[in-house]
């Protein structure tokens, strides 16, 4: 069974060492909302909606110089093993330097925010 997240996450990660300026991956609303929060959280630079039948998700990275802005990218709840958290056990990432995106009853949201509404869900990966 192919992880359509997980396959997205190795698609940017992948093209983050290779300096490639956008990446395109396969259209999804959660893949949309992740995109969402990596852009709002400053890991990469935009993300838009492509085509009408076939729809893709094209995502332009960042840099800082030779670097990509976004270290690791990792993720936390497999198919395989799904990981759920209450809003009191949701991990803080580098001690609150990165980010943990959960996906919960009221939508997909960083860790930080779904403290904030108390709410838990399933962490879907890790970024810093």
Known sequence: MIDPIADMLTNIRNASHALLPTVE????????????????????????????????????????????????????????????????????????MGTVIVSTPKGVMTGTEARKQNTGGELLCYVY
């Open 25 to 96: 991956v396969a259209h999804s609303k959660t893949k949309e909302s992740i995109a969402r929060i990596l852009k709002q959280e400053g890991y990469i630079a935009d993300s838009s909606v492509t085509g009408e039948v076939k729809k893709t998700l094209k995502l332009k990275l960042k840099f800082e110089g030779r670097k990509g802005v976004i270290k690791s990218l990792k993720r936390a709840s497999k198919p395989g093993l799904r990981r759920y958290a209450r809003a009191t056990e949701i991990p803080r990432v580098l001690g609150g």
